[in-house]
């Protein structure tokens, strides 16, 4: 049994189509079309008590909306979904003590108090018992180094301050699972770091079951082992995160220092990326790589090589594309 | 589809099992009380950070309460009696300033405005995630604002009813009282579930001013917090005393100066009662068709 299973998810919006001008403002007053548009078009997975998995995929893909139906926030058109064993939607009070989703930064904290009033709000709210609070919270703040911060109001800390904050205020009760829609967005590499370690040390020490989504590849590549990749509403890839690389990663990347200046002729093995001096870096198709250093070792005198994974960055955009490509064919 | 293997095993234990799943209903309600408890204690720090804003506030509600009382002096002297609908002009001035008193109670500013900004900015969200429900989250933050806005405006209204004090015949009796500060309850009771009803509507129309400002000028009229209904002709003024709107400002204002006594007051009192539990369940039956559909189209 899954702590969060999702079977043929499928949630389709119907919108008003606007009409442009002023014309169009009056006329959609009286008489208003309306187009269905598909958000998630049957989506199914299952993920362990445990596991912290991260949902890929562009904007628009439908990441957002499955992780609302997930929460209980909206209605699937159709399909089914267990959390905690729970029927989101239905939002029973049992299942929402044991959840918890970080989305966009003004949730949970009282903007104009110190984030220790929301944070003492939330104990009531969800019972915490007062020692397990004082508990959580002093490992939370030390975490994520804010010990400082939370007698001071909401409105005056940084973004990255309240990021922190509003994940603290998510942590608080303990929740089993933790629903994190882009936790490190518009935040410094430092807080985006912190963030991550403070996830990485929370999920060790509580088992938490997380599913997040993200537009960094650091945060996947430092957060999650296993990654669901969703465009335009269909589940594309679902696996270990060093298998997006071979799956989806066509190219590696030869990095070569020779004893004399680079030959001329690289380009018939590859890609040539980068040529200065005696160095070069060659984009190599996977299978041919092998072929390609023998023949270069045979030629000329090869100080140093090494073998590269094209960077995950890379890569996800291009399977992005290839399922961009694949939906405008259909 | 199989997950990876190294799944870190918890050091600690994950979750603590806890009690907050009704050992009985005592305790379940003993730990609802708390909650809604600790979110009124959270919003009366949070009105504590706005208090210059009070006393202004406060002071410029009185500014046309001056004017008022000439016009009404004019009416008076022009009219050649000494009673109109049996209220004597001291008896007038008296009312409008206890109508200031019930809307104390009854005005909800800026509740159903809130409502449908959270409907449109989505942080109407937390009530649906978090185990607490909306409307006691409102009625929780609304009492506490109430009591810091009562306590900060208390000086200055005691100082405009002693300058005032020669409009009224004296101090009434006990029980007189004692009706009036139920009135004041149920002004509240009506006002807050009257709005929170209204508010609702933000789950069908993103933008409410419109129509809350239509709301607000009617009630202003039909409430009688701008003259006594008994001023107005029959059919009307009794037509009005059936509606809710008069728990809101001309009730507690009759009561206050005797003007309703005995099984009128019993009945008058009996029936704020009704409208209250009336507004109670006509919001909450609205909240849950407004969640369904948010549920159905927004998120």
């Not at chain 1, 590859?270 to 092998?290: M, Q, Y």
């Not at chain 2, 002709?233 to 400002?249: D, H, I, R, T």
Request: proline share 5%.
């Amino acid at each position: 049994m899954g702590m969060i299973e999702a079977r043929n998810l499928k949630k389709t919006y119907r919108v008003v189509q606007k009409q442009t001008g002023l014309a169009g403002s009056l006329r959609g007053l009286f008489h208003r079309e309306y187009r269905e548009v598909k958000a998630v078009g049957g989506v199914s997975f299952t993920i362990e008590p445990g596991e912290m998995v991260a949902f890929l995929g562009p904007n628009g893909a439908g990441k957002t909306t499955t992780l609302k139906m997930l929460s209980g926030l909206i209605h699937p058109t159709s399909g089914e979904a267990r959390v905690l064993d729970h029927v989101p939607w239905n939002r029973e009070d049992a299942f929402r003590r044991q959840f918890s989703l970080v989305m966009g930064q003004k949730n949970q904290l009282w903007w104009d108090l110190p984030a220790g009033d929301s944070f003492q709000l939330h104990r009531e709210i969800y019972s915490i018992p007062h020692a397990e609070f004082t508990e959580t919270l002093g490992e939370l703040t030390e975490l994520l180094g804010v010990e400082k911060l939370t007698k001071q109001a909401v409105r005056e800390l940084s973004l990255g301050e309240r990021m922190k904050m509003e994940l603290i205020a998510a942590l608080l009760h303990r929740p089993r699972v933790l629903l994190l829609d882009e936790p490190t967005i518009g935040l410094d590499v430092v807080a985006q770091s912190k963030i991550q370690r403070c996830l990485k040390d929370y999920h060790a020490r509580r088992g938490v079951t997380v599913l997040l989504t993200s537009h960094y590849m650091r945060d996947v590549e430092a957060l999650c082992e296993r990654v669901l990749v969703i465009n335009h509403g269909s589940l594309v890839y679902d696996g270990p995160l060093a298998g997006v690389i071979e799956r989806f990663g066509e190219t590696k990347l030869v990095k070569l220092r020779f004893e004399e200046s680079a030959p001329d002729d690289l380009d018939s093995y590859g890609v040539v990326v980068r040529k200065d001096g005696p160095t070069a870096d060659i984009k190599v198709e996977r299978a041919r790589v092998a072929g390609v250093l023998a023949a270069i070792l045979e030629r000329s005198v090869v100080a140093d090589v090494s073998v590269e994974e094209p960077p995950l960055e890379e890569v996800i955009s291009r399977v992005f594309e290839e399922a961009e490509a694949a939906h405008d064919a259909a | 589809m199989t997950p990876p293997d190294t799944i870190a095993e918890p050091a600690l234990e994950p979750w603590s099992v806890r009690a907050p799943d009704a050992t009985s209903p005592l305790a379940a309600g003993w730990i609802a009380i708390r909650k809604y408890l600790a979110i009124f204690q959270t919003s009366l720090k949070e009105r504590m950070t706005y208090r210059g804003d009070f006393l202004l506030g406060t002071i410029l509600r009185f500014l046309p309460m001056v004017t008022t009382i000439l016009l009404w002096r004019a009416i008076y002297a022009g009219s050649g009696q000494t009673s109109l609908a049996g209220f004597r002009y001291r008896e007038m001035i008296a009312y409008l300033l206890l109508t200031n008193i019930s809307r104390m109670f009854s005005s909800m500013p800026g509740l159903a405005g809130g409502v449908a900004r959270e409907v449109r900015e989505g942080t109407v969200k937390r009530y649906m995630i978090q185990p607490m429900d909306m409307i006691g989250y409102l009625i929780s933050y609304r009492i506490a604002h109430k009591i810091t806005y009562i306590i900060m405006s208390f000086i200055p209204y005691a100082l405009l009813f002693i300058v005032c004090r020669g409009f009224f015949d004296g101090f009434p009796d006990a029980g007189t009282l004692a009706a009036f500060a139920a009135s004041l309850g149920i002004a509240f009771a009506v006002g807050f579930f009257f709005e929170a009803t209204v508010a609702m509507v933000g789950f069908w129309f993103l933008e409410v001013t419109s129509l809350l400002y239509i709301v607000m000028t009617l009630n202003f009229f039909i409430s009688g917090h701008m003259l006594p209904l008994d001023l107005l002709p029959q059919p009307w003024s009794g037509l009005l005393k059936l509606l809710p709107f008069q728990y809101m400002a001309y009730f507690p204002a009759v009561v206050f100066l005797g003007k309703v006594k005995g099984a009128e007051l019993a009945w008058g009192l009996a029936g704020g009662v009704a409208w209250s539990l009336f507004f109670i369940v006509l919001s909450r039956v609205l909240y849950r068709r407004g969640l369904r559909r948010y549920s159905a189209f927004g998120g």
